[in-house]
Nanobody, 125 residues
Framework: RVQLVESGGGSVQPGGSLTLTCVAS????????MGWFRQAPGKEREGVSC??????FSYYADSVKGRFSISQDNTKLYLQMNSLKPEDTGTYYC????????????????????WGQGTQVTVTT
């Protein structure tokens, strides 16, 4: 059974940086799309970034392009977040599904079958 555990959240000032880590266990192959979603209070959960190692595919939401960077090292997924803004505040979730990312919109929530519990990121003065 696939399990995902996120860490690295915290509270930072605008302009600061954080690195989120997701440790995956129970993966039966290397062919998984791995992604990060976030949810702010009162808002829908939205896709932030995803990565597929099979062909080095990565996707970023427009709101984080140029500021966030996703990477994977074996069973660990990272999200390097720079130049953080108050609107980046939310609970960040790691998610995955067996298969490749890509095609159309690669971060449809219904495609992701396994989710972590989330880690809180707060950007505030």
């Amino acid at each position: 059974r696939v399990q995902l555990v996120e860490s690295g959240g915290g509270s930072v000032q605008p302009g600061g940086s954080l690195t989120l880590t997701c440790v995956a266990s129970g993966l039966t192959s290397s062919h998984y799309c791995m992604g990060w979603f976030r949810q702010a209070p009162g808002k829908e959960r939205e896709g932030v970034s995803c990565y597929y190692s099979g062909y080095d595919f990565s996707y970023y939401a427009d709101s984080v392009k140029g500021r966030f960077s996703i990477s994977q090292d074996n069973t660990k997924l990272y999200l390097q977040m720079n130049s953080l803004k108050p609107e980046d505040t939310g609970t960040y979730y790691c998610a995955t599904f067996p298969g490749s990312c890509g095609g159309g919109y690669p971060m449809a929530r219904e495609d992701f079958s396994r989710w972590g519990q989330g880690t809180q990121v707060t950007v505030t003065t």
